[in-house]
């Protein structure tokens, strides 16, 4: 059968997904990471092989190629940071290029590219709930260069895998969960407990628990079409709703001011003018008001159809979450 190759398997989701394979029978699994954590080298005697080496590297990528038959690129950098454009661009662009070139040569029979919702769920009014078919908002998304290199990711994937390399793309949205020691996914959240967060935006969200998403890649390997999308997600909430669910959760009084877009994003930026012209991080980021301002709304049927992509109650992915955050980020148990 050959290797299976995860690249970026060291992140929130890649961490899950490499834990859950190894569970569910699996060996012969190459882990490729810049750096390798302690807990990957402890599962080398569950058949998990560590590969340190850079998605954007032609050498490192055809090293880690070696006997490999399958993919799950999860390599990415996740930021809201418009200086860091040209970083997402060359690993979420420039380094599926290299990879699905490399694994073309190598005969790799089949990629499950890691995506986002935001390439294709994003609207202004939340009327609508979009799925696989419909079209990328590019006149929303091309604001925001995280979701716009993960756009160009996808069209790159698709171009560089034609032939006899499959290529199939999971699209998950805010991934929620224990476990995000980069505090990828999940700050929006510590910031709410921190109550860093002054108000409340007037778009909405949808989020999925990172122990539902690994085991619908591992289905997506196994049973996902060639050239097809699927999005995973759990409910479409308004902030409000998922603000007023965090209070009753943490105890932590949500914010009560609720501002129309326009003065929210411009009150932002302000914001964020003043505290860079001092050289100090402000306390939110301008984009991530801007972006709340929309609704993240997705209908993931096709997932549950075809993958047996199934969400927990979103209770617990809170609850779990809240947990998560507050022991290792926030104090509680830290001297225990």
């Known amino acids: 059968m050959g290797k299976t190759l995860i690249t970026g398997g060291t992140g929130f989701l890649g961490s899950h997904l ?23 080298e402890a599962m080398k005697e569950q058949g998990v092989e560590s590969f340190a080496g850079s998605i954007t590297s032609l050498d490192d990528v055809q090293s880690a190629l070696a006997d490999v038959t399958q993919i799950y690129h999860l390599a990415g950098r996740v930021s809201r940071d418009p200086s860091e454009q040209r970083a997402m661009h060359e690993i979420h ?15 790799v029979r089949k990629i499950v590219l890691a995506s ?34 993960k756009f160009y990711q996808e069209r790159a994937a698709i171009e560089r895998c034609k032939g006899k390399l499959k ?37 909405g969200l949808n989020f999925v628990d990172v122990r539902d998403a690994a085991p619908a890649f591992i289905a997506a390997m196994k049973k996902g079409k060639h050239g097809d ?36 994003i411009w009150g932002a930026k302000a914001m964020d003018s003043i505290y860079r012209h001092y050289d100090t991080a402000p306390p939110i980021e301008a984009t991530s008001v801007e972006m709340a301002e929309y609704f993240w709304y997705l209908d993931s049927s096709k997932a549950e159809k075809d993958l047996g992509f199934t969400a927990r109650d979103p209770q617990e992915t809170l609850s779990d979450t809240v947990s998560y955050l507050r022991k290792n980020f926030l104090g509680n148990g830290l001297f225990a």
């Open 18 to 40: 490499v834990r859950q394979l190894v569970e569910s029978g699996e060996t012969d699994l190459r882990v490729m990471a810049k750096s390798i954590p302690g807990w990957l």
């Open 116 to 149: 986002t919702s935001g390439t294709i769920a994003v609207t202004k009014n939340g009327a609508e709930i979009p799925d696989e078919s419909y079209p990328a908002p590019l006149e929303i998304i091309s604001r925001w260069p995280y979701y716009a290199s």
């Open 167 to 203: 290529l199939v793309i999971v699209q998950p949205s805010l991934i929620l969960g224990p476990g995000d020691e980069r505090l990828s996914s999940t700050k929006d959240v510590l910031d709410f407990l921190g109550r860093k967060i002054p108000t409340v935006p007037s778009g």
């Open 93 to 107: 662009i420039d380094g599926t290029r290299v990879l699905c070139d490399a694994a073309k040569k190598a005969e």
């Open 229 to 264: 999308r699927y999005l995973l997600g759990g409910p479409n909430w308004t902030f409000a709703k998922f603000f007023e669910r965090l209070e009753r959760i943490s105890k932590v009084s949500a914010p009560m001011i609720s501002l129309p877009g326009k003065f929210a």
